[in-house]
Nanobody
């Protein structure tokens, strides 16, 4: 069993910064990609950023230049540093972890979600 736990988030004024963290634990043989998604009220969940096991990153156009994803492989943790936040960044943010267990099965695991609210 793999557990994914998020931390961070909260309320911030426009132009401010927040850092989200997400740690995976449990019966993990290997972690492949890690990433962040978000879901605003009334909208579908959308990808924000991802990082491969080798450190290659991708970003949604809407956050490029303002957001940095990073990972700590030793601690199975991924971070999302968000700067110059805008009210349209308000959403529930979800961490995703693609992990392989000791049986050789690969699944996508999701964090519990954390609210990010940016006030104008």
């Amino acid at each position: 069993q793999v557990q994914v736990k998020q931390s961070g988030g909260g309320l911030v004024q426009a132009g401010g910064s927040l850092r989200l963290s997400c740690a995976a634990s449990g019966a993990i043989f290997n972690i492949n990609a890690m990433g962040w998604h978000r879901q605003a009220p009334g909208k579908q969940r959308e990808p924000v950023a991802s990082i491969s096991s080798g450190g290659r990153t991708t970003y949604a156009d809407s956050v490029k230049g303002r957001v940095t994803i990073s990972r700590d492989n030793a601690n199975n943790t991924v971070y999302l540093q968000m700067n110059s936040l805008k009210p349209e960044d308000t959403a529930v943010y979800y961490c995703s972890v693609r992990a392989t267990d000791y049986s050789g099965h690969t699944y996508d695991y999701w964090g519990q979600g954390t609210q990010v609210t940016v006030s104008a």
